[in-house]
């Protein structure tokens, strides 16, 4: 294995220094970077031409500057700009960001890809398989630039209009939503043609009685879950876990969950209207979280019997829920006093950079002004890679599902959902993994478009402005960025695969 | 029976969670959100550096916060003209010949920290831009950093290096000036026309010497300063130099420490800078001068992409915007309501010139073929279907040297003769001319930016009109255009964009003298040359101005070529803020910042 690796990194690196060189030589040669300065009628016009000309070693023609700028490389600076400005400090200051921008989109993808690729695979040939598969591949044909300004326009600009004078919902618009989510359910809940019908209508009339109440309660100007809401959807992530991990049957994970959500309720008072005011830093949350993680799983362990595992897991999944529905609720808390700010007025859902200016306020302030910056470019991004991932992953559970052992599963008589939980998904996740690592891998260098759309100054803009003016030394400090991570990816991904999947051998 | 039980458990932990709630007392229940309110201005390119003076922080970017939070002795408005800030110093010509100047700082004028501006901050000023003290024959770049673009840790210490705007003006000033209080008096070696826009107060000396001699009392600090400068003490000098040629070189709010680099003398000071986001300028407490700002903060926001910030200004995020001018960027902001566009000019204007020698056909040797050549120029259809569309007030420019609206300008237009022999395209009028030359079907190559679709359409029109006055109009088009100006042999005409970034007289001189830096096409007129000359020593604006007209005169007989239009600039603002008013030169939309005024009473 050892072997293996080397040689693929010896290769890897030789392939990363050809394209070097040939980028670096297409980006010198794709213009004059001392255009600026041509045109320019200053006094000191030779002098500043001069002093770029020196800085930027431009009297060496670029397949022997290359020479210059990768022995800077090897020593890890990438060199000045055009305007003299360190690449390096750039970089860093561009990876951050970039950071920020695609990791929660990433996360959420590849979550609800998986989800829905998962669903649409069980419901294969439904009318919810169909409309899910239209509509990924209609994201996916979609210019991201597009979508970016139509999100700008609907979500934000459009969606703001409508927040800023007294937002109700209009009439027609909960019954086409209430429609809408009736047809959902009722295409993935199966049964017979009656049993679809009741689906329909309570899916509809739920949906249009939690709109009404929305409505009519004010909800959209000032949104809360309340303990109701919170009591809720504690409890059914407890019913729901303990359903698809164990089995509602287990009445010990049942207990463990029902408590761990049990105690979460009882703490929503105390955590948001006293505790809730001590977090002030973004450790403090964190920290709670994983506090969350350790009681539930000690109340998994104690209340767990002799099958510990599943209970615990059960558990932990709950108590994270909870907790997270609390955190929700306590920025929804936040969300009158930030859209009525003087800095907001009325308008929050942001279409460009990553933070109101001069914004000052508590942790959930903050957060909740992140939200409305990283809303539409997530939006954007999830919009695209949510197709691959539901069709990786629906492809990849269908081909298990009519695997050999799958059937012998179901003759021995186990229940669909051990089949499908235990056996297939495991599985069926192999071939996920490894596409999660290569686009891992893309993420640095994949979000351009968006950045430049929704005024981010990460690598995307670092790459843009460097080809703008005609300036190697950005463009190649993010080729060899993006161009050094997909190699390091592409190898992980490798290795993952043989670590899961058995069959595989790297030599 | 199950759910009846957890429906009792959770009534049950509700009710222990009131209780456990009413046990502790609830920490106060204000707003969260911590209030005040702001202009937002969106600008293209982050600022990175506050010292606009060296070449490594010359820009646009930089210029413009330096412009709002600095007092100066004059500034460009709208027209654009030079105005005098009486309220910040005063300046007059005490002596012609020799040149010396004198200038003077108003009473109680000081910096944010409460340090008040004296000679002191002007000498440091004097040293640094004209470059004097600086060790002769010393080459910076071998002790340059190559990653960061700063000077390295074994810059020698006894070298004195002021990267300072050299070769603008200010070495003319030889000698050491001599300071008094608030006064400097600058004795000129030769008359320089344009000294009134090379002298200005900069960075604070009393930091500077700070920061480089660890003096802690600032007035200490200043007399350190001026002794080293007056007694050339390049031990002393050294440290300044570097201190300010590197410090104020900052892209993120400067740590605690360093908040003396904050200090300025301006309507403003950068109270918020987040790298690559943003930087906010709220209002200076200690500034003194007339022009105090109606605007409690002004934020600059950095937005790359004009669209975007089309966008940004419908959700209300920013409130006024200068994006490059499109198509696209001029239908979107059609679009808005509450939001007033404004069309302006910016100060780069195109124009074409004709290859007088080392051309690639020698057809433009004969002055009767440069005249039949500029006649069927469509001048007027270019700016009808090229610029119109963003500035629908455009007009075409007819002087080389004055720009529209600057003083001089509607003369020069009554008499170079640009507006009346080459107003309309006349076919018939250059073909005539040809045949009276002798010449039939001249080729003429044109040199234009390929990569650039509006001068592609300019090539296109011009080339179908000459096409019918019998020239044959080919092709030298090229992506590296920049880089084959002024190419013996390559070409027969060009047209690109000059950028004017001042008024100064002696600008024009590179462009037309022979042999001058950017005298691309091989122009030589020993009348033009005399003139200039005389130019560069007429200290009278009246004089200037003449010399000027005359100059323009000449260079039409000569059917140098000819200019065609102002860039268009576009800016818009919503109905939160009034009184914006973009000039063509730098700062453009900032020049009076302190007459824009919030409408919304709110915000205040």
Known sequence: MATFVIRRLIASVFVLLAATYIMYNLVALSGDPLEDLRQSSAPNKEELIESRIRLLNLDVAPPLRYFIWFGNVITGNFGVTVEGRSVNALLEQALGSTIQLVTISTVVAIFLGLIVGITTALRQYSGYDYSVTFVSFLFFSLPIFWVAVLLKQFVAIGFNDFLENDPQLPLLAVLALAVVSGALWASIIPGSARRKVVTFAIAAAATAAILTVMNVTGWFSSPALTIGGVAIMGLGAAVGFTALITGLKNRRALIAAVAVAGLGIALYFPFQYNLSFYVTEWWMLLALAVLTALVSGAIGYFAGGHDRGPVIRVAVFTGITTAFVIALDRFMMVWDDYATSGRIRGRPIATIGASTPNLEGSLWVQGVDIYTHLLLPTLALILISFATYTRYSRASLLEVLNQDYIRTARAKGLSERTVVVRHAFRNALIPIATIVAFDIGGLIGGAVITERVFGWTGMGSLFQNGLQRVDPNPVMAFFVIVGGLAILFNLIADLVYAALDPRIRVN | ?604
């Open chain 2, 1 to 604: 029976m199950r759910i009846s039980r957890i429906g009792a458990a959770s009534a049950a932990t509700i009710a222990a969670s009131a209780l456990v709630l009413s046990a502790c007392a609830a920490p106060q229940q204000e707003s969260e959100v911590v209030e005040g309110s702001s202009i937002t201005v969106a600008w293209n390119q982050p600022f990175y550096s506050y010292n606009s003076n060296t070449s490594f922080g010359n820009a646009t970017a930089n210029a413009n916060i330096v412009y709002m939070t600095s007092g100066a002795f004059n500034y460009y408005d709208n027209t654009p003209e030079l105005q005098k800030d009486e309220s910040f110093g005063t300046y007059e010509v005490v002596s012609e010949d020799p040149l010396v100047v004198e200038y003077t700082i108003a009473d109680g004028v000081q910096w944010s920290d409460g340090t008040p501006v004296d000679a002191a901050d002007m000498l440091l000023a004097w040293a640094a831009n004209s470059g004097v003290p600086n060790t002769p024959d010393f080459d910076p770049t071998e002790f340059t950093d190559p990653v960061t673009g700063e000077f390295t840790e074994d810059y020698p210490t006894d070298v004195v290096f002021f990267d300072g705007a050299l070769g603008g003006g200010l070495e003319n000033v030889s000698q050491v000036p001599e300071i008094d209080g608030k006064t400097i008096t600058l004795e000129y070696d030769n008359i320089f026309v344009d000294w009134e826009l090379v002298f200005g107060v900069g960075l604070p000396a009393h930091v500077v010497a700070q920061r480089a001699l660890g003096i802690e009392d600032p007035q200490e600090a200043k007399d350190a300063l001026v002794e080293a400068i007056q007694n050339n003490d390049a031990e002393a000098l050294a440290p300044i130099s570097s201190v300010w040629n590197s410090d104020w070189n900052f892209s993120e709010m400067p740590s605690e420490e360093d908040a003396n680099l904050l200090v300025v003398n301006g309507p403003y000071v950068i109270s918020d800078f987040v790298a690559d986001q943003y930087i906010t300028l709220t209002a200076n407490e200690n500034y003194v001068g007339e022009n105090t700002p109606q605007i409690e903060e002004v934020t600059v926001r950095f937005i790359t992409d004009p669209l975007a910030a089309v966008q940004a200004l419908a959700n209300g995020e920013v409130d006024v915007i200068s994006p490059q001018a499109t198509a696209d960027v001029a239908d979107a902001l059609a679009e808005l309501d509450g939001v007033t566009v404004l069309n302006s000019v910016e100060g780069t204007y195109e124009h074409i010139d004709l290859q007088f020698d080392q051309s690639k056909s020698g057809t433009f040797s004969d002055p009767l073929v440069r005249e039949a050549f500029l006649k069927t120029i469509p001048r007027q259809q270019i700016v009808d279907t090229l610029i119109k569309p963003l500035n629908p007030e455009a007009e075409v420019r007819n002087s080389q040297l004055f720009v529209p609206g600057a003083p001089g300008y509607d003369d020069t237009v009554g008499g170079n003769g640009m507006a009346e022999n080459f107003g309309e395209v006349d076919i018939e009028g250059a073909a005539a001319l040809l045949a009276e030359a002798g010449v039939t079907s001249p080729e003429v190559c044109i040199l234009y930016a390929t990569n650039n679709p509006r001068r592609v359409n300019e090539f296109a029109l011009i080339q179908e009109s000459a096409n019918q006055a019998g020239f044959n109009v080919t092709d030298c088009g090229s992506d590296d255009w920049g880089g084959l100006l002024g190419t013996p042999g390559a070409y027969d005409a060009s047209f690109f964009g000059w950028q004017s970034t001042s008024l100064g007289v002696t600008n024009s001189s590179a462009t037309f003298r022979t042999g001058g830096i950017n005298n691309l096409n091989y122009y030589s007129n020993p009348a033009v040359d005399e003139l200039l000359t005389e130019l560069d020593t007429a200290l009278e604006p009246e004089r200037q101005i003449e010399i000027q007209l005359e100059i323009d005169r000449l260079l039409m007989d000569d059917a140098y070529g000819l200019t065609i239009f102002q860039f268009p600039g576009i800016t818009a603002y919503s109905d939160r803020v009034e009184g914006v008013s973009p000039g063509p030169l730098s700062p453009t939309i900032f020049w009076n910042i302190w007459d824009w005024t919030p409408t919304d009473s709110e915000s205040e």
